[in-house]
């Protein structure tokens, strides 16, 4: 059985994982196209702002809440679906909002920190809380039962495993003592903003004051504080993402090119994903040059001669040379994957030639899809 098709049918979670710029967000859509089309009610999630998934599968925009896939789009591209598609786009600050309304104590206290300037202003650009937001969107998805197979394009990042070590930077940030001293001078008491005799937070404050302005350390202050007792809400949602990406309802995809920058990353991402437990489930090869039958080996003295006799022989030149071209760069692809090949067995590839035009459009992406589950 194709490897991808084993994975579909034996998993509840895919995560799609790899560099930016390799085809991730269109081969997660292709998965979760083929899952539909087998039975699966399927949802796939993007990071990807850019609207080319919501074109690709006929929708006019995609947004935080599911959008089905029409049928009559299968049945334009000559297909019959036995299950849904389902897409969506992960809207980062309406997810922390829910973050934020399920651990605070109180609706009320709830209703600050999302009301609060300093809070609106990190929810969607503090470094690591896109990361973040994907897998508590996902835990969410997974944990609501709706679906039978969910697909998750991760954000494309150089630290291979940076959305799954993102909450602990998170609640890292959120807890940080040294932030907290000095903002404690500003930090609400019973009668008002509290007048603690801290000299080296006090002096601080002064310069940072000029710079920023009393109003942005005094949302930032209020922020923390509303912050007491939610803590624990947000480790033990870490621990329980974690855990949901280590059993054996998700398997990891990576996804590459044969560019040797892709390759290395895809390497490093396979043994990262060995060493921290996280299940490996296959490897997808994108935009790969195919290799049409054996290499003739031409020689260029060869080519040089053919070019100097008629017009039949400076033809065959031409034709020889474009050869010979495309030729190094399989030959330069092939040499690229080798490195690869050591760290994931061949067995566990699925190759999708470079093809004619990208996925612009439905047939584009079944098209993929195709080439993704062939044999």
């Known amino acids: 059985m194709n490897i991808i098709r084993d994975i579909i049918h034996t998993k509840e979670i895919i995560v799609c994982a790899g560099s930016g710029g390799v085809g991730k967000t269109t081969t997660a859509a292709a998965i979760a196209l083929q899952a539909a089309l087998e039975g699966k009610k399927t949802a796939v999630l993007t990071i990807d702002p850019a609207k080319r998934l919501a074109a690709s599968l006929g929708l006019k925009e995609l947004s935080d809440e599911p959008s089905k896939v029409n049928s009559r789009k299968f049945t ?3 297909l019959e679906p036995e299950g849904e598609l389902h897409a969506m786009m992960l809207d980062t600050k309406s997810t922390f909002d829910r973050v934020v309304t399920r651990y605070a104590p109180t609706p009320e206290q709830a209703e600050r920190i999302i009301n609060n300037r300093f809070y609106r202003n990190i929810s969607g650009t503090l470094s690591g809380t896109q990361e973040y937001m994907a897998m508590e969107k996902l835990y969410e998805l997974h944990a609501d039962g709706g679906y039978d197979l969910i697909v998750i394009d991760t954000p494309p990042t150089r ?26 001078p500003y930090m ?19 310069v940072v004051k000029k710079i920023v302005g ?10 923390f504080g509303n912050l007491e007792g939610m803590y624990e809400g947000f480790k033990q949602r870490a621990r329980d993402v974690a855990a949901l990406l280590k059993s054996d ?3 990891f995809v990576v996804v590459t090119s044969p560019a040797l920058d892709s390759v290395a990353e895809a390497t ?8 921290s437990g996280l299940p490996f489930g296959a490897l997808v090869v994108n935009r790969v040059h ?3 039958g054996d290499d003739i080996g031409v020689k260029p003295r060869q080519i040089s001669k053919l070019d100097k006799g008629d017009a039949d022989a400076r033809l065959l030149a031409k034709l020889l040379d474009n050869h010979e071209a495309f030729m190094r760069v399989v030959r330069l692809e092939e040499r690229n994957l080798e490195a690869l090949a050591r760290k994931v067995p061949r067995h566990r590839w699925a190759r999708v030639p470079y093809l004619e035009q990208e996925a612009v459009d439905f047939s584009g992406l079944v098209a993929i899809s195709d080439e993704l589950f062939a044999g």
């Open 76 to 78: 334009a591209a000559g």
């Open 188 to 206: 609400k008491g019973a009668g008002g903003f509290m007048k603690v005799a801290n000299v080296a937070a006090t002096t601080f404050l002064r």
């Open 159 to 184: 630290n291979a495993l940076d959305f799954l070590d993102a909450p602990k930077r998170m609640t890292d940030f959120f807890e940080s003592r040294v932030l907290r001293w000095f903002l404690l």
């Open 214 to 223: 009393a109003e942005v350390l005094e949302d930032t202050a209020e922020f």
């Open 268 to 275: 490093f991402f396979a043994t990262r994903l060995n060493e």
């Open 290 to 292: 195919p290799h049409f």
């Open 249 to 251: 309802a998700t398997s």
